[in-house]
């Protein structure tokens, strides 16, 4: 059995179990494109079967790897954009202490950190200073090598390294995860004998987690990647072998968000009351963002940090348009016990709090969210997680896949490409001048000056 739970009921007064059931002949239409790879963008269906395929001799690798890192690496950089760093992060952070980056001198395991994943000069150059007194380690992730932001990152990271190590010396550090066959970073590895790792051909970027993508990264970072993929292996059965949509927490989940789209229920803002699922949030924004948004088409995928947010964002959320609905992530279980002291003055006046756990405040004060946001025509929709740990992670990952691909295709989108991404890169690419863009560059010049 799944640990993981979706609860529908703060969504009952706009969805009725009966408008559910109406989806039961589309879902298994839909179920079959996927497990028999016949649906659109079926050349990017290799994340279904993939956590069961994941072979002793990967793990042992990756285990192996990560140990050296370790031992030679107080630092760790990541240098990847959208799903080549989002799922890493998003794991490590939820399993990490909030104050994890603070504590840089008592880590027991590289601190890890980022590149690639913006063109900030400040953010790049404070990182290159960073790094100068410090041993460190690079995972490179890019299954073409030519991604504007990353390589551009790894240009100046190499550079750094071999002028920090020698170049040989550097080479045993850089850890390149890549395509198997082809492309710029391929043939450096090749050339500079980097330790490589595949990016399987048919698994797309934000459904790479699964991979040595996300895999290294979180075992360098100390955790346990044996109980991540084995919470992804009880996922991936259970999907597959249940098919009553009550039952099935990846079909309800869809079934759901598109009946709610199509009562105009356009945004959906996923709700963390645990701040370290801030970067989970931000990896399933990018998995059902670029995943669905095509053809005019789509759920907004937003998110908030409460209670944090409920004092900014949640006026808009209890009272501004209604074409929203929310999906909260709720944590059974925290890692930490603290509890509220007794004040003799009591001047804040919550000696009636006292002897309470923060854990306890804290789940009444999303009841009582939800239950605000319903009776303001917000459906609200629960992801329930008895605690963070590996293994639920490895559950949540693979529900949101399933639950994204299913989506999908009940919107009649290819989930699994991204082709408005190109733009942004074209017009960039122009600007530059690059050798090859000469016809854009003449006509975007002429566009900006007309």
Same mark, same amino acid.
């Given at each position: 059995?799944?640990?993981?739970?979706?609860?529908?009921?703060?969504?009952? $007064?706009?969805?009725?179990?009966?408008?559910?059931?109406?989806?039961?002949?589309?879902?298994?239409?839909?179920?079959?494109?996927?497990?028999?790879?016949?649906?659109?963008?079926?050349? %990017?269906? $290799?994340?279904?079967?993939?956590?069961?395929?994941?072979?002793?001799?990967?793990?042992?690798?990756?285990?192996?790897?990560?140990?050296?890192?370790?031992?030679?690496?107080?630092?760790?950089?990541?240098?990847?954009?959208?799903?080549?760093?989002?799922?890493?992060?998003?794991?490590?952070?939820?399993?990490?202490?909030?104050?994890?980056?603070?504590?840089?001198?008592?880590?027991?395991?590289?601190?890890?950190?980022?590149?690639?994943?913006?063109?900030?000069?400040?953010?790049?150059?404070?990182?290159?200073?960073?790094?100068?007194?410090?041993?460190?380690?690079?995972?490179?992730?890019?299954?073409?090598?030519?991604?504007?932001?990353?390589?551009?990152?790894?240009?100046?990271?190499?550079?750094?390294?071999?002028?920090?190590?020698?170049?040989?010396?550097?080479?045993?550090?850089?850890?390149?995860?890549?395509?198997?066959?082809? $492309?710029?970073?391929?043939?450096?590895?090749?050339?500079?004998?980097?330790?490589?790792?595949?990016?399987?051909?048919?698994?797309?970027?934000?459904?790479?987690?699964?991979?040595?993508?996300?895999?290294?990264?979180?075992?360098?970072?100390?955790?346990?990647?044996?109980?991540?993929?084995?919470?992804?292996?009880?996922?991936?059965?259970?999907?597959?072998?249940?098919?009553?949509?009550?039952?099935?927490?990846?079909?309800?989940?869809?079934?759901?968000?598109?009946?709610?789209?199509?009562?105009?229920?356009?945004?959906?803002?996923?709700?963390?009351?645990?701040?370290?699922?801030?970067?989970?949030?931000?990896?399933?924004?990018?998995?059902?963002?670029?995943?669905?948004?095509?053809?005019?088409?789509?759920?907004?995928?937003?998110?908030?940090? %409460?209670?944090?947010?409920?004092?900014?964002?949640?006026?808009?959320?209890?009272?501004?348009?209604?074409?929203?609905?929310?999906?909260?992530?709720?944590?059974?279980?925290?890692?930490?016990?603290?509890?509220?002291?007794?004040?003799?003055?009591?001047?804040?006046?919550?000696?009636?709090?006292?002897?309470?756990?923060?854990?306890?405040?804290?789940?009444?004060?999303?009841?009582?969210?939800?239950?605000?946001?319903?009776?303001?025509?917000?459906?609200?929709?629960?992801?329930?997680?008895?605690?963070?740990?590996?293994?639920?992670?490895?559950?949540?990952?693979?529900?949101?896949?399933? $639950?994204?691909?299913?989506?999908?295709?009940?919107?009649?989108?290819?989930?699994?490409?991204?082709?408005?991404?190109?733009?942004?890169?074209?017009?960039?690419?122009?600007?530059?001048?690059?050798?090859?863009?000469?016809?854009?560059?003449?006509?975007?010049?002429?566009?900006?000056?007309?």
């Amino acid at each position: 059995m799944i640990q993981l739970k979706v609860r529908i009921d703060n969504a009952h $007064g706009f969805v009725s179990d009966e408008e559910i059931k109406l989806f039961k002949s589309e879902t298994d239409l839909q179920r079959r494109k996927i497990y028999e790879k016949t649906g659109a963008g079926n050349d %990017f269906l $290799g994340w279904v079967d993939l956590p069961c395929q994941i072979d002793e001799r990967l793990i042992e690798s990756i285990e192996k790897d990560a140990a050296r890192i370790k031992a030679d690496s107080q630092v760790a950089v990541v240098v990847g954009i959208g799903g080549s760093y989002l799922g890493a992060r998003a794991i490590i952070d939820a399993l990490s202490s909030n104050f994890y980056q603070m504590q840089f001198t008592g880590n027991k395991n590289p601190l890890v950190v980022y590149a690639g994943q913006n063109i900030g000069e400040d953010y790049t150059a404070e990182l290159l200073d960073f790094l100068n007194d410090k041993d460190y380690s690079v995972i490179v992730i890019s299954k073409s090598g030519t991604t504007t932001e990353p390589a551009i990152a790894f240009r100046l990271l190499r550079k750094h390294l071999e002028e920090k190590y020698g170049e040989e010396k550097a080479s045993e550090r850089i850890y390149a995860i890549t395509d198997a066959s082809k $492309g710029a970073l391929k043939t450096l590895a090749v050339n500079k004998s980097y330790k490589s790792y595949v990016i399987p051909d048919d698994v797309g970027g934000r459904y790479s987690v699964l991979t040595p993508v996300g895999l290294l990264p979180v075992a360098v970072a100390g955790f346990n990647i044996r109980e991540f993929v084995n919470g992804a292996i009880n996922m991936q059965e259970y999907l597959k072998r249940e098919e009553d949509i009550f039952k099935n927490p990846a079909l309800l989940y869809a079934i759901v968000r598109n009946i709610l789209y199509r009562k105009g229920k356009t945004i959906e803002v996923m709700a963390n009351y645990t701040s370290n699922m801030m970067y989970f949030t931000e990896w399933w924004k990018q998995l059902y963002g670029e995943s669905e948004g095509k053809d005019q088409k789509g759920i907004f995928p937003a998110g908030v940090n %409460f209670t944090t947010d409920l004092h900014s964002m949640g006026q808009y959320i209890q009272d501004g348009m209604r074409n929203l609905f929310e999906t909260v992530v709720r944590v059974e279980k925290p890692k930490r016990i603290l509890e509220i002291p007794h004040d003799n003055d009591n001047l804040d006046g919550l000696n009636f709090l006292a002897g309470q756990r923060l854990s306890y405040v804290n789940k009444m004060a999303e009841t009582g969210t939800i239950l605000a946001h319903v009776d303001g025509k917000v459906p609200n929709l629960e992801i329930i997680l008895p605690q963070i740990n590996e293994n639920v992670l490895g559950e949540l990952v693979y529900f949101f896949e399933m $639950g994204c691909a299913l989506s999908g295709y009940i919107l009649d989108v290819n989930p699994f490409d991204q082709p408005g991404v190109e733009a942004y890169k074209k017009n960039m690419f122009a600007l530059l001048e690059k050798p090859g863009f000469e016809q854009e560059t003449n006509e975007i010049k002429k566009r900006l000056t007309d």
